[in-house]
């Protein structure tokens, strides 16, 4: 398949489009022919047509005016040609076609655009009581849940009883991370933990370069942790993942636990961080040992070491 070139080509040059060129275009046109399908004119704000429309959906050139574009450049993108898109003129398209967050941005990958960050649907707003269903059932092991800040949104027994949440503390982890004593005291490799944290935290940063709230926690970080100021100017960038922490609980002693990231892309605001005992260890006996009746009569409260 010959196409025209792209910008920065040689005038008159063509050049033969790939096997992914052509499934993402090929993609492109079904899926925009399939979004304007299921939008009845009413819901468009325009007649019905009665009898003379064809097809319950809207028409190409009924989409290209309500989106503002000409109409043979509608045609055009929704036959997969190879043309120049902008993400506003994308984003008008999407409004009139009344694509979700999750649509918008797989709209925007199939027409070769990096996607905007994900949003929460408005259908997916109402998913915290199963998340915390989900770390409930997490018991015994510490689990977590962190808004995309690392706002404490919830936690589990088993976290306040070994990680020392609680809701006297700054309910930010990053901040905590560096403030709380109670947890600082606990975590025997603390110092190299730091490094990671600080660097997975610029990781989240960059995802939203412009967004005031991150920036807002950083500031809080450096006014209350010279150590925080020193890691955050190494400007090291490490990706959410599995850090490996060692415990020493003033109850139970030592626990050697793993601390796993996961995202639930309905809720990309949220993470959820779960603490898995490490094999060969009696970490996991330790921990059901401290969430039972009588180890919490022992730890009813987090215990300073």
């Known amino acids: 398949m010959l196409v025209v070139a792209p910008p920065g080509s040689r005038q008159g040059e063509l050049f033969v489009a790939t096997p992914i060129d052509k499934h993402r275009r090929s ?7 399939s979004r304007r399908a299921r939008i009845t004119p009413a819901q468009a704000g325009l007649p019905d047509g009665g009898a003379r429309r064809r097809t319950p959906g809207l028409r190409r050139e009924e989409v290209a005016v309500l989106a503002g574009v000409g109409v043979s450049w509608y045609q055009w993108l929704e036959q997969g040609r190879d043309i120049t898109v902008s993400p506003q003129v ?3 398209v999407g409004r009139v076609l009344r694509l979700t967050s999750a649509e918008r941005r797989h709209l925007y990958v199939l027409a070769g655009l990096n996607p905007p960050a994900p949003e929460v649907d408005p259908a997916n707003a109402d998913m915290c009581q199963g998340l915390q269903r989900l770390i409930d059932a ?17 936690y589990n027994d088993a976290a306040a009883l070994v990680l020392g949440m609680r809701p006297e503390i700054v309910q930010n982890c990053l901040v905590a991370f560096f403030t709380d004593p109670i947890y600082r005291s606990r975590a025997k490799r603390w110092e190299e933990i730091a490094c990671t944290v600080v660097a997975q935290y610029r990781a989240a940063c960059s ?31 490490m990706p959410g993942g599995q850090v490996r922490k ?25 993470v959820i961080v779960l603490h898995t005992p490490l094999p060969n260890t009696d970490t996991a006996e330790k921990l059901e040992w401290l969430t039972s009746p009588e180890g919490r009569r022992g730890s009813m409260y987090p215990i300073a070491g």
């Open 90 to 92: 994308l984003d008008s």
């Open 27 to 33: 993609e492109l046109r079904e899926f925009l022919m």
């Open 138 to 154: 997490w018991m015994p092991f510490p689990a977590h849940i962190m808004d995309a800040y690392w706002n404490t949104v919830m």
């Open 246 to 270: 060692e415990m020493e609980h003033p109850v139970v002693g030592a626990l050697h636990v793993e601390s796993t990231q996961l995202r639930v892309p309905a809720r990309p605001d949220l």
């Open 207 to 237: 995802e939203r370069p412009d967004d005031e709230g991150f920036q807002a926690v950083v500031e809080e970080a450096r006014a209350l942790s010279p150590e925080f100021v020193e890691l955050w100017e190494r400007r090291d960038v």
